[in-house]
């Protein structure tokens, strides 16, 4: 009687550690959190009435918020930073999909000279190639961001692996993979037109992740994610009224995001 009565706890025990975990079966996970990013150099190619050109190797970087607590936490003001944000559904223990946007910025270099190859018809613009390279400093010929932002909409998923498992700490590693795509905000000046600024789906996006997260008491998560993907943008709006304006591009990147989030379970425990 005595082992049965022991088999009977420790099966109890097992099942209530079980119902207990953080990322079990039917749980949810809500996540916000902040971005670093870089990119590789890319090759820009521009198409519309009058032009047809590439740029080659341009650099460009993130643009990370200064830190205040009113640009970061202020309502108004969150989507301002480059942010991440997603909802994690466990469709097994330990096992999410993951929906979410990363909303990060990619911003031109402009005091840089590259190489151009293809012709632009009118004269005041194609004077400023010679030798088959271009200043990008003065802006004149491009301004070229996507700031508001680089934004990458994706779906992906992520197994979780327990690492430490105390009362009231649980520490996860994660690796997963994700696809989505790009709709970017694109502020974008090219040779004197008015200036583009509008969201549009431009391309798609893949990455691989993986992630350190801490969960507290259950229920509160502390993230650390490092990301390398890929971005292909074949139709980017490059002018305010002519449809036929576009350009092209394609870039590896890197990302590195931290955060916060709430973890609980939707199905009823027993």
Known sequence: MKKLTYLFVLLASVVL?????????GSVMVFWGWNNSAY?????????????????DVVAHNRPTPFSFRKYFKLSNITIPQVNYRVTYFVKNNLGITLGMDHMKYVMDQNQTVKFSGYINDPEYSSLVQNGQVSLSDGKLLTFEHTDGLNYVNIGAQKYIHVINKKDLDIFWSYGAGIGALVPKSNIKLMGNERSDRFHLAGFGTDV??????????????????KYGYINMPDIKTTLNNKPDKASQDFVYGEFDFGIGYTFNTRRQH
């Open 40 to 56: 590789s150099n890319s090759d820009i190619h521009f198409k519309g009435d009058g032009y047809d050109f590439q740029l080659s």
């Open 17 to 25: 550690k079980a119902q207990n975990e953080p990322f079990q079966k």
């Open 209 to 226: 992740r993986t992630a350190v997260s801490i969960v507290i008491l259950r229920h509160i998560v502390l993230q650390a994610e490092g």
